[in-house]
């Protein structure tokens, strides 16, 4: 008899679940049917790219000392640093700096490991070329400042979704000046700082559980 009443609780339990998930899916569903299609009209109108996008890297050939990690940790040892040895002052004199973009996929590794700093990723990402070859930038084609949706007097910039505020799905619609619904990098970092001090004090519990708090106020 026990053994009948807990087959039943169970396949009651199972059709609840069952029935709570498909509700849940179906929600996802009408959700979206209720949304009109964005149209972004590019190129007169470009979204602005996230701060940690990985567009056309930028070089700076003063600060190269020519130790070509760069190199080492490409997957496809892409950067091609050329450089002489300078008998005189036993020190390398580097010449040219390259990276061939038809080839790179912007992984970011050079950047990374840059000692000296001297290589940055921008949101440059119109690199289309009607030959390939032009894709490979020199010292001077990768020192070149990056172009800037939001500088760019000719482009209206709009919103990706994530930055829109809550509850608004067209960037059409948010005037210049709203505030964004996340925060800057910088103002992550500025609401981490005081509890920088505590972390020391209780072992670095708090930096592990502030991104969650912050994620949980929003
Ligand atoms: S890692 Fe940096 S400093 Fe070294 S060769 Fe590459 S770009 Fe120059
Ligand atoms: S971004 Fe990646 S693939 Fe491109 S040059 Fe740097 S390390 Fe190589």
Not at 6 to 20: I, L
Not at 169 to 193: C, I, T
Request: aromatic share 8%; hydrophobic share 35%.
């Amino acid at each position: 008899m026990f053994g009948f009443l807990k087959q039943v609780g169970d396949y009651t339990r199972d059709a609840v679940d069952a029935a709570r998930n498909l509700t849940q899916g179906l929600a996802v569903t009408f959700d979206h049917m209720k949304r009109r299609p964005v149209t972004v009209q590019y190129p007169y109108e470009k979204l602005i790219p996230s701060e940690r996008y990985r567009g056309r890297i930028h070089y700076e050939f003063d600060k190269c000392i020519a130790c070509e990690v760069c190199v080492r940790v490409c997957p496809i040892n892409l950067p091609v640093v050329d450089w002489v040895m300078n008998k005189e002052t036993k020190k390398k004199e580097l010449r040219n700096y390259s990276i061939d973009f038809g080839v790179c996929i912007f992984c970011g590794n050079c950047v990374e490991y840059c000692p000296t700093n001297c290589l940055s990723m921008t949101e440059e990402y119109e690199l289309a070329a009607f030959d390939r070859h032009s894709l490979n930038y020199d010292n001077v084609a990768l020192g070149r400042l990056p172009t800037s949706v939001t500088t760019d007097p000719s482009v209206q910039p709009l919103r990706e979704l994530g930055y829109l505020p809550a509850g608004v799905m067209d960037p059409h619609d948010v005037p210049a000046d709203q505030p964004r619904a996340g925060q800057l990098p910088e103002q992550v970092l500025a609401n981490l700082a005081p509890s920088a001090g505590a972390d020391a004090a209780d072992g670095g519990e708090s930096s592990a559980t502030a991104p969650a708090k912050e994620e949980s106020a929003e």
